[in-house]
Nanobody, 121 residues
Framework: QVQLVESGGGLVQAGGSLRLSCAASKSSSFEMKAMGWYRRAPGKEREKVASITKSGTVGYEDSAKGRFTISRDNAKDSIYLQMNNLRPEDTGTYYC??????????????WGEGILVTVSS
């Protein structure tokens, strides 16, 4: 089994910074593939914010470019999201996502429970 645990959310003023962390708890028989961060803003659908492959290729949603940085530590099965110059519209619940290959070669998509980020104006 694979579980994702997020941390680092909270309340911050506009212009401030937060760093989110996501750690995967799993057996060594599961292979981690791409991981990423998604956000569900109040009243909106969940959307991808940033992603990173196992080799380190990154991608960002347009509003995150230049402000957010996703990184990964494969040895720790963890990803991070450094968020700078936060805006009120960044407010939402942030979810960690991971794609894995099970020991039976089944492709699985795993979600964390989410962590709240609130940016005040």
């Amino acid at each position: 089994q694979v579980q994702l645990v997020e941390s680092g959310g909270g309340l911050v003023q506009a212009g401030g910074s937060l760093r989110l962390s996501c750690a995967a708890s799993k057996s060594s028989s599961f292979e981690m593939k791409a991981m990423g961060w998604y956000r569900r803003a109040p009243g909106k659908e969940r959307e991808k914010v940033a992603s990173i492959t196992k080799s380190g290729t990154v991608g960002y949603e347009d509003s995150a470019k230049g402000r957010f940085t996703i990184s990964r530590d494969n040895a720790k099965d963890s990803i991070y999201l450094q968020m700078n110059n936060l805006r009120p519209e960044d407010t939402g619940t942030y979810y960690c996502n991971a794609r894995t290959i099970s020991p039976s070669l089944e492709y699985l998509e795993i979600w964390g429970e989410g962590i709240l980020v609130t940016v005040s104006s």
